[in-house]
C-alpha cells in the first residue's frame, strides 16, 4: 500500500501565480479530504469529496480556490492568484468509511508564495 | 468558541513521567474521537481511537467523557520518541482536529 501520494513536495511561487497541488487517494478509499495547515490556525478543512463528488467546500477560503476530483484516484487542489498569505502546508487525506475510521494523511505540500 | 480546544502546552516532562492531555468539543452530535500524532514538519498519523469505555493500547490510555464533551489521552512511562504534537480529533461528518499539544520528552 503506497499511501496517499502528494505532489510537489515543496513549491516556491511568486504572488500572483497559478499553482496546483496533486493527491493521489489510497486505493479504495471513497472520501479524500484537502486540510490546510498554518501556526496560526492549525489544521483546517478546506474541501472534501465522497465518490468523487463535492460534498462540503465550505472551508474554502474563498473564489481563488478550487478543488477537482476527475477520477477515483486523483484530486487537484488549484490557487490562482496566489498570495502570500496562502503560504502554509496543505494535506491531502482519505478515507474508506467517514463514520469510525480515521484519515490517512499524504506527507503534505509546503507552499511559499512570496 | 473553537469547536475542538486542547491546551497548547508546551509540555516538558522527563523520561518515565506519566502525561495527560485534555481536549474538550463543541459538538455534542459528534462520532467518533481520535488522537492523531504529528511529528515535526511531518503529516499527523493515527495513534488511537478513543472509546466510550476508554480504551489502552500499550502506555497510552484514552478516555471518552460525552456527557461533559471532554477526551483525555495518559502517556505511561514516556520515552524521548514520545516528543510530537498530539491532535485531538473530533469527527461528525468530517473530522475537527485541535491545535494539537506539544510534548518534549527529555533525558
Known amino acids: 500500500d503506497a499511501g496517499v501520494i502528494q505532489s510537489p513536495r515543496h513549491e516556491v511561487t511568486e504572488m500572483g501565480q497559478e499553482v496546483t497541488l496533486r493527491c493521489k487517494p489510497i486505493s479504495g478509499h471513497d472520501y479524500l479530504f484537502w486540510y490546510r495547515q498554518t501556526m496560526m490556525r492549525g489544521l483546517e478543512l478546506l474541501i472534501y469529496?465522497?465518490?468523487?463528488?463535492?460534498?462540503?467546500d465550505s472551508g474554502m477560503p474563498e473564489d481563488r480556490f478550487s478543488a477537482k476530483m476527475p477520477n477515483a484516484s486523483f484530486s487537484t487542489l488549484k490557487i490562482q492568484p496566489s498570495e502570500p498569505r496562502d503560504s502554509a502546508v496543505y494535506f491531502c487525506?482519505?478515507?474508506?468509511?467517514?463514520?469510525?475510521?480515521?484519515?490517512?494523511f499524504g506527507s503534505g505540500t509546503r507552499l511559499t508564495v512570496v | 468558541r473553537k469547536e475542538v480546544e486542547q491546551d497548547p502546552g508546551p509540555f516538558n516532562v522527563p523520561e518515565g513521567a506519566t502525561v495527560a492531555f485534555n481536549c474538550t468539543y463543541s459538538?455534542?452530535?459528534?462520532?467518533?474521537f481520535f488522537w492523531y500524532r504529528q511529528d515535526c514538519r511531518k503529516e499527523p498519523k493515527l495513534l488511537m481511537s478513543v472509546y466510550s469505555s476508554g480504551n489502552e493500547d500499550g502506555r497510552f490510555t484514552a478516555q471518552l467523557n460525552r456527557a461533559s464533551q471532554y477526551i483525555s489521552l495518559l502517556i505511561r512511562d514516556s520515552k524521548l520518541s514520545d516528543s510530537a504534537t498530539y491532535l485531538c480529533v473530533v469527527k461528525g461528518r468530517d473530522m475537527r482536529f485541535g491545535a494539537g499539544t506539544r510534548l518534549t520528552v527529555k533525558p
Open positions: 469529496f465522497n465518490n468523487n463528488v463535492p460534498i462540503d
Open positions: 459538538n455534542s452530535a459528534s462520532q467518533s
Open positions: 487525506a482519505s478515507s474508506f468509511v467517514t463514520d469510525y475510521y480515521g484519515y490517512t
